[in-house]
């Protein structure tokens, strides 16, 4: 096979900006995976639905997608903190998380993409935005402004987070709860409170995460499903709950995925995030910053 | 006379913290030795290293002459350790005659002789439960029991294991005076009959009168070892627990 | 009632049923029937390692879709009769559900939830890659129109439909032994504590790995005649996903904790859905099914045979 030094650059340049683009998605089941423990499968779920809110209203009133996710964050912040009640009352109130709750979301999950099935049918959805479509050339590497843009927005909202988290009251409340909820309590802060605030910002994450999404490639009801793999993957092959290692295992990911499908075919890109998962559970739980 | 447990140098680590450093500890057949220390001087650690539900890093664990690091915590069990849990365990979606059923179907057959019919099964979880004063709850579950009950039934489940070795890890936490000579008085008969017993405990007027050899842990290491009296008197001893 | 009195009731159920079939001579009571009973089958399979050990399996489809699509390799490689490839099929998907064990129950049962999804996208990535059963095209198996076998001519729907009720009585039989013997006090042990279990004695890797192989070959069994019933399988409708949501909300509607359970869920909801596909539309039923999931999850954990346990317990009092 005639490996080409071009086409080997530019398949690791764009498998760069997909791996930021995987550390946005992934940064929200970081929270709630990561922190608050909640195997919230359904996350690339509400990442579809962000998708395609982001599709409605772009084609409908020209707004652009990735400003009609900021807009949707108040949102789907409390769409997720509805979800987090419902989960709390049901399940961990009860102490019966694992089957119900994995049940639980797996039926969210399932639902959802029904839903928009009959919403919207299986068709593929693209958005319309003015860097969609032009291309930034510096010497033989090609930057699709439809990636690169995404992938800088995907950063700064990982930024975001990671200074909310280690910066803020609530922020650090969040890393609190997920290491002692007993002695958080005795500090008068209200765990459940403060988890339902986490969940509700992993679920706005979903929505930014959505209109990225629906710029890199278009979008159809399915697709939520190839991103439970890469999701769950990237969070613990980074080690779960650490922001810095989910990110160099986004963009690993990215890079072999990509590597992958220039090389052998986009038909085998799916089993990389699987692959990968599947490793890392097998050989190294702990994932590579390990705990 | 070889000694039955034999904790030799173990040390156990949990990311940057040190739980256990080279814990040297050895039990001779059908002694009382009562094991003390601090909240968090390691001596769940060292119970759960000893029963396998944890690996000790460094050092060897061995019981009744074989070496037991890298084995599973049910071949620990068959062995012959049992462990009652600091908070209780049990299986809650069965009676308590079915709790103690598990033991003996999984242990107590897994080690030879020839198997039990229903009834003999039967009969033999009425026995363990009666010797708990557990008897007339036999079919009831978990969730109807009282505390000092539920109690009883981690006792009566780890015996029904048939160990040569009972480590009683805080059974008696938060009961009144009466329960916890109750709990005693069953210990005492259960090493009349030839089981070693370590008894892992904060209230001291039960180790004291309990232990026939007295052992401390401090931040994961054994401070003291010997005769009760000897070891309460030990300056060390008293440092750890009235702090200085 | 002992498993050998417990099995020729059931037999005597399912010749009934084929009586009723008989007498109604429509093609479609076979093929709706078929799928009904392949649900029994998958609902009990996936019990057998959600309800009683507590470890959810995503991947069912997958189990499923391998027993299908061994059919398909052993159709082109060497033919043989269905009840052989039912065999064949247990085994290969037996083998990746042990496997997959091996790799991943030592962790958490969250993380074995994950990792069944994980491994059923591998696998149907690697099928849709593999031309010599049809790859993402699919592969077509032409069904004879009758079997001919001891002098007689039986309709091949029908013979399929025996086919899939004896498997059904087989699964219903082994799942309700299970249950009462020494293996379904570990499962419980390890559903209720699996701490506690180990400390008891009980071998709780191996046992779980009994209930991987044996939930995997349960569903692979289900998944090898089906080829023959569809006729032209292709990856995306043998790996789908209403595979995965049914044989999870069947016995979590029904109820878990008994064998009883999948059997209600399997017909209740099969026959909803039989009927819901053909009145409104095949994605609306799987919308019902979802939310079903969802409801039952939350409000009765124990599903329908748990409600009815409840009525009873409060009569009593």
């Avoid at chain 1, 706005?204 to 209109?211: D, F, I, S, Y």
């Avoid at chain 2, 000790?56 to 009652?84: I, P």
């Avoid at chain 2, 000579?181 to 070693?196: F, M, P, Q, S, Y």
């Avoid at chain 3, 409801?295 to 009569?315: H, K, T």
Wanted: charged share 15%.
């Amino acid at each position: 096979m005639d490996i080409s030094f071009d086409l080997l650059i530019n398949a690791v340049v764009a498998g760069l900006l997909l791996g930021g683009f995987y550390a946005a998605v992934t940064a929200g089941v970081s929270i709630s995976f990561g922190m608050l423990d909640i195997v919230n499968i359904a996350h690339p779920a509400f990442i579809i639905l962000g998708s395609y809110i982001a599709y409605f209203i772009n084609i409908n009133y020209g707004i652009d997608p990735i400003l009609v996710s900021i807009i949707m964050l108040p949102v789907f912040f409390a769409l997720g903190a509805f979800v987090y009640q419902v989960y709390y009352l049901s399940f961990e109130r009860r102490g019966q998380e694992s089957l119900r709750g994995l049940a639980f979301f797996f039926g969210l999950l399932f639902v959802t993409e029904v839903t928009l099935i009959l919403v919207f049918g299986v068709d593929y959805r693209y958005v319309e935005a003015t860097y969609i479509g032009p291309s930034l050339h510096l010497g033989m590497i090609d930057l699709p402004l439809r990636m690169l843009v995404p992938c800088l927005a995907a950063l700064a909202l990982f930024a975001a987070i990671e200074l909310f988290i280690t910066r803020t009251f609530t922020g650090r409340a969040i890393m609190a709860v997920s290491q002692d909820q007993l002695a958080l309590q005795l500090m008068a802060a209200d765990p459940i409170r403060i988890k339902r605030i986490a969940f509700g910002i992993s679920i706005a994450t979903a929505a930014v995460a959505g209109a990225l999404l629906i710029v890199i490639q278009p979008v159809e009801p399915s697709v939520g499903r190839e991103y439970i793999g890469r999701v769950f993957a990237i969070c613990v092959l980074g080690g779960l709950g650490s922001m810095p290692g989910t990110l160099i295992a986004a963009v690993l990911l990215g890079v072999v995925e990509s590597l992958t499908a220039t090389f052998y075919g986009p038909s085998w890109a799916p089993a990389v995030a699987f692959g990968f998962l599947l490793l890392t559970l097998a050989f190294r739980p702990a994932g590579l910053m390990g705990r | 006379m070889t000694a039955l447990l034999h904790v030799d140098n173990i040390s156990k680590r949990f990311g940057g913290f040190v739980a256990l450093d080279g814990i040297a500890l050895e039990v001779e057949p059908g002694e009382r030795l009562g094991l003390i220390g601090p909240n968090g001087s390691g001596k769940s650690t060292l119970v759960n290293c000893i029963c396998g539900t944890l690996q000790n890093e460094t050092g060897s664990v061995l019981f009744d002459g074989h070496v037991m690091d890298g084995l599973a915590a049910h071949e620990r069990t068959h062995r012959g350790v049992a462990r009652s849990f600091q908070l209780p365990r049990p299986f809650h979606s069965m009676t308590l005659a079915d709790n103690l059923r598990i033991p003996l179907l999984y242990t107590v057959h897994a080690r030879s002789g020839p198997l039990r019919s229903t009834g003999d099964l039967d009969a033999r979880c009425h026995e363990l439960l009666d010797m708990f004063g557990l008897a007339k709850k036999s079919k009831q579950m978990p969730r109807d029991l009282t505390q000092v009950e539920m109690r009883k039934l981690e006792l009566a489940r780890a015996m029904a294991a048939e160990p040569k070795l009972l480590i009683a890890d805080e059974s008696m936490a938060g009961l009144s005076y009466s329960e916890i000579e109750d709990i005693l008085a069953l210990l005492v008969r259960l090493n009349e009959r030839g089981i070693t017993i370590i008894l892992i405990e904060h209230i001291m007027s039960a180790v004291m009168s309990f232990s026939q050899r007295l052992a401390v842990l401090v931040s994961g290491k054994k401070i003291a070892d010997g005769k009760p009296e000897d070891v309460v008197r030990d300056p060390e001893v008293v440092r750890a627990y009235l702090g200085q | 009632m002992n498993t050998l009195s417990f099995s020729v009731i059931a037999t005597a159920v399912g010749l009934a049923v084929l009586a009723f079939a008989h007498w109604l001579g429509l093609d479609y009571f076979y093929f709706a029937g078929y799928t009904i009973l392949q649900f029994i089958v998958l609902s009990t399979a996936w019990n057998i390692l959600g309800g009683y050990c507590g470890y959810v399996n995503f991947g069912s489809a997958a189990f499923f879709a391998m027993g299908a699509y061994s059919s398909v390799f052993m159709h082109k490689f060497y033919p043989l009769p269905v009840p052989v490839l039912v065999v064949i099929g247990a085994v290969v998907s037996g083998i990746v559900g042990f496997g997959m064990g091996y790799l991943t129950l030592r962790l958490r049962g969250a993380f074995f939830a994950i990792a069944t999804l994980a491994m059923a996208v591998v696998l149907q990535t690697l099928v849709i890659n593999w031309e010599y059963v049809g790859g993402s095209r699919g592969a077509y198996i032409i069904r004879p129109e009758n079997l001919e076998v001891a002098g007689l001519t039986i309709n091949y729907i029908e013979y399929l439909f025996v086919l899939m009720l004896i498997l059904a009585v087989v699964a219903l039989a082994t799942s309700r032994a299970i249950e009462r013997s020494q293996l379904g006090f570990g499962f419980a042990t390890i559903r209720d504590d699996e701490l506690a279990a180990e400390a008891c004695g009980v071998p709780t890797l191996r046992v779980k790995l009994i209930a991987t192989t044996l939930s995997g070959a349960f569903m692979g069994m289900a998944g090898a005649p089906f080829p023959y019933y569809i006729g032209y399988l292709q990856p995306q409708s043998a790996f789908g996903l209403e595979y995965a949501v049914n044989s999870i909300a069947m016995p979590m509607i029904g109820g878990t904790t008994s064998w009883v359970g999948p059997l209600v869920g399997a017909i209740l909801l099969g026959s909803a859905q039989q009927y819901a596909t053909v009145t409104i539309s095949s994605a609306v039923n799987l919308l019902i099914v979802g939310l079903m999931l969802v409801a039952f999850v939350i409000i009765a954990p124990n599903g329908l045979i748990g409600l009815v346990q409840e009525y009873l317990r409060r009569r009593q009092r």
